[in-house]
């Protein structure tokens, strides 16, 4: 989980009003796969993600905020790298903003998200990883897992 430092003019909890995803400059790294999502899949598969992972815990009475993310990185493992424990991920920089006033309430940071799975290390790991080498499906982990640890990021940073 990333530590988001938040302004000391908005400390309670949030409530997400709306989820913007830029990816123009999105570095894809597949090595040896093969995705076929276009950078406005991504935005749309990964506001999505946010938004319903937002919608599960986010406070009904929070502050209304808007969460802008810029995709930095979208790193799909190797299956080599996934036979020793190796993990895909989302890295971005994000930023909160209030919806009312548009007041900063995080201020642009980074945030890295690893795949939402688990995965045996060693002989049983590189079976496991030949065995679920679907892309689409280490794609999905890594954007799940992603809004997941951003959501839960976000949550802690209000008790900061």
Avoid: F, H, W
């Amino acid at each position: 989980m990333t530590t988001l430092s938040r302004a000391d003019t908005n400390p309670r909890q949030l409530k997400l009003n709306d989820v913007n995803v830029d990816a123009s400059g999105l570095e894809l790294v597949a090595e040896g796969r093969t995705i076929t999502k276009t950078r406005a899949e991504l935005e749309q598969d990964l506001a999505d993600a946010i938004r319903r992972i937002a919608s599960e815990r986010s406070d009904p009475d929070g502050a209304p905020a808007d969460i802008n993310v810029t995709v930095d990185k979208l790193y799909l493992v190797p299956l080599v790298e996934r036979a020793v424990a190796g993990n895909s991920y989302v890295e971005s920089t994000i930023s909160v903003t209030d919806a009312a006033s548009g007041a900063i309430i995080v201020a642009p940071t980074t945030v890295k998200g690893n795949a939402d799975t688990l995965r045996a290390i060693g002989a049983l790991g590189a079976v496991g990883a030949l065995l679920n080498a679907d892309v689409e499906t280490d794609y999905q982990n890594a954007i799940k897992g992603y809004a997941k640890s951003l959501i839960a990021s976000l949550q802690a940073s209000a008790a900061n």
